[in-house]
């Protein structure tokens, strides 16, 4: 693993700072090391195979077994599922994505459906907000490392998913997917090029057609300049007004391409940096002025990568990350562990919760060749940050540290071959040539994991609980239903004046004659009377029209295959249970193997097919019915039985420092002490 003075002295530094925590108690410590994405089935062959040593010594020791996912299987409802020790019912997490009941408008499921967005004052031409709501983090319930240090247990959790915003913590615990990028979403890169774009509106990234320029009159072109957009300027937009195109912060951007080298000079904001065609950048900060004067300058952190200079200009540059050594907002709690641990690791790391670029990669922007190179400067710099963790674990602490290595990996590279059915038929998003290249990735970070387990045992006190575990597995996404097109067809949503394709977002549904509707991966609303903003759907009526729903999408048969594209469909209160159990989707889809919800579909759009081929790069997934994606628990004791699921290890955790169960907790411990 990577060490450096620079990176020990201010693990030390780090370390002092933590000086004031409470003492753990005395005994072996808990390490979880939770690793999105891992299957069960893949890793079982490779262990086999004799390619994950670390992996198959633990299990020796200790035990393997498939872990129970969540309902649906996705990450956010996944790891809620074990921060918490709830079901969806009680930390309320449903989906990727909900929506809001009265707008029938998709959302984030990080937050709840909006409030009061307050007033402002106006004032020389900028809006000085007043009240309003705080944002705040949709998920409820008590986080274990809350429990674990309220009993004197030093917690360090790395990268939670779903824990942005941060919750009030006194532990210390650094948020990981679900946090934003400096423009508010969830990473959008920019791409600056000469070239014609084609169908750029439907592109997930900031597309700046620009041209390379003679400025100094040399008869060279080799100038580029444009600017890099940053957060919206809230200053300028009335409380509630969603930023369009140009209602963004931005700072220049200036490109001095060398005429004779192929490298080039890029000035962004007041940072600098050379790059050689084909290479990245470091991390550059950039600062954007909220106010005049530098009043309210808000940081950032943004990287280049020179695809290519010359013929052709094609240079990209990531989303402008969070600070990490000056976090505009809250990232971790305490609000200072996010920059102790940049001082730990000699600077900015990545903040974005999902940094992998996979929207470049989908746009094909980015060739498969590029999406490797960027996924080793992610591992890089989770390697770096383990180094740490590892580094400041001392005997009774609890550490959780976050490895995203495989989840977006399967996403996006499971086209090129199958590693749970190797030799199998090829994927409809198959590319001959790049598979050539990239057919066995997947398997080589799976093999990455293994080394860095081995590293982690080697840095861990001996008596310590070990925990290797995975939200979920995964399968081949090969084919998609639009379920909205579904829902239209059979009667249950209609759109308006006889159309077939039309957007929820967009109002092109008739909600007087529409009985359901599909937002989100697996979730499926009635449209109730006295929850929706329009409903028509008398409740005493809801219990019959979900069974006619359960029935026919279960029946549903793809003429393409012959094979069922729904294996079950569950009612929302009759697999949830707490406190918030109204807000769950009425129904809960549950997709067999290599079938899920269409993209379009997720987001409320309805479009003239139901079934078709997933031609998408983004072709493995895991958003089905659960019990077709379990995880995996690793232990390094032996297991109490079998058949356990992800609330059984917040149960664990917490029973390990003998701390009891918290109300609402359904799970049990899964070894004794």
């Not at 790391?349 to 922007?365: F, R, V």
């Not at 770096?384 to 990996?409: C, E, K, N, W």
């Not at 609980?465 to 209609?494: C, K, Y």
Request: charge should be negative; proline fraction near 9%; charged fraction near 20%.
């Amino acid at each position: 693993m990577r060490r450096s003075s620079d990176l020990i002295a201010g693990t030390l530094a780090l370390a002092l700072v933590s000086c004031g925590a409470p003492p753990s108690p005395a005994g072996p410590g808990v390490f979880v090391l939770g690793v999105d994405g891992m299957d069960p089935t893949i890793l079982a062959r490779m262990m086999g195979e004799g390619r994950m040593p670390h992996f198959a010594t633990l299990a020796a020791q200790g035990a393997f077994q498939p872990l129970g996912t969540s309902n649906p299987p996705q990450s956010p409802v996944a790891w809620s599922n074990f921060v918490t020790g709830l079901d969806p019912g009680g930390h309320g997490v449903y989906d990727f994505v909900h929506r809001d009941p009265k707008t029938y408008l998709p959302i984030s499921s990080a937050t709840p459906p909006p409030g009061d967005v307050g007033t402002s004052l106006d004032l020389f031409g900028y809006y000085l907000p007043i009240g309003g709501d705080a944002v705040v983090n949709n998920r409820t319930g008590i986080p274990w490392w809350d429990a674990l240090h309220g009993a004197g247990v030093d917690v360090e959790v790395y990268r939670v998913p779903g824990n942005y915003p941060a919750t009030p913590s006194d532990a210390r615990v650094l948020s990981g997917m679900g946090t934003v990028d400096m423009r508010g979403g969830y990473g959008q890169y920019s791409w600056y090029t000469d070239q014609p774009v084609e169908s750029r509106e439907h592109l997930k990234g900031d597309i700046q057609l620009v041209t390379v320029e003679d400025y100094d009159l040399d008869g060279v072109p080799d100038t580029v300049k444009s600017t890099l957009k940053g957060p919206p300027d809230i200053f300028r937009l009335p409380p509630g007004q969603i930023p369009g195109d140009t209602d963004y912060l931005t700072v220049p951007v200036t490109v001095s391409i060398d005429p004779e080298e192929e490298v080039a000079l890029i000035r962004a904001g007041a940072s600098q940096a050379v790059v050689r065609e084909g290479e990245w950048t470091d991390w550059m900060p950039v600062d954007f002025d909220a106010l005049p004067a530098g009043a309210m300058p808000l940081a950032g952190s943004v990287r280049f990568y020179a695809k290519e200079l010359r013929p052709a200009f094609k240079l990209y540059a990531s989303p402008v990350n969070l600070s990490a050594e000056d976090p505009p907002q809250e990232i971790s709690t305490p609000a200072d562990f996010a920059t102790d641990l940049a001082d730990a690791l000699g600077g900015q790391y990545y903040t974005q919760g999902m940094p992998e670029e996979t929207n470049a990669l989908k746009d094909t922007t980015f060739s498969d060749d590029d999406y490797v190179k960027q996924v080793a400067l992610v591992q890089e710099d989770a390697e770096a940050m383990l180094d740490v963790a590892l580094a400041r674990y001392r005997p009774g602490d609890a550490t959780f540290f976050y490895l995203s290595d495989i989840d977006l990996q399967c996403h996006m590279l499971w086209r090129h071959g199958d590693p749970k059915s190797p030799g199998g038929p090829p994927h409809p998003a198959y590319e001959a040539e790049a598979a050539a290249h990239h057919d066995h990735d997947i398997e080589g970070y799976y093999e990455n994991v293994d080394r860095l387990l081995g590293e982690v045992v080697a840095g861990l006190p001996a008596e310590t609980l070990l925990i290797v575990m995975s939200d979920h597995g995964f399968q081949p996404f090969t084919r998609t239903l639009h379920l909205n097109s579904w829902l239209r067809d059979n009667g249950w949503l209609t759109l308006v004046d006889g159309k077939q394709e039309g957007h929820i977002a967009g109002g092109d549904v008739d909600w007087t004659k529409t009985k359901a509707y599909g937002l989100g991966f697996n979730a499926l609303y009635l449209n109730l009377q006295g929850r929706e903003g329009q409903g028509i759907v008398a409740p005493a009526d809801a219990p019959q029209l979900q069974a006619q729903l359960q029935a026919q999408l279960t029946a549903l048969v793809d003429p393409k295959t012959g094979g069922k594209p729904i294996l079950r469909v569950d009612r929302g209160v009759d697999i949830y249970h707490g406190p918030r159990v109204a807000e769950a989707p009425d129904l809960v889809v549950g997709y067999d193997r290599g079938y899920g919800n269409s993209d379009e579909s997720t987001l409320g759009e309805v479009v003239p097919e139901i079934l078709a081929d997933n031609t998408s790069r983004w072709s493995g997934n895991h958003l089905m019915a659960p019990e077709v994606v379990p995880g995996v628990l690793l232990t390094s004791r032996p297991l109490t039985g079998n058949g356990h699921d992800l609330t059984d290890i917040t149960a664990t955790l917490l029973a390990w420092y003998g701390v009891a169960p918290l109300p609402g907790m359904t799970g049990q411990p899964v070894l004794t002490r």
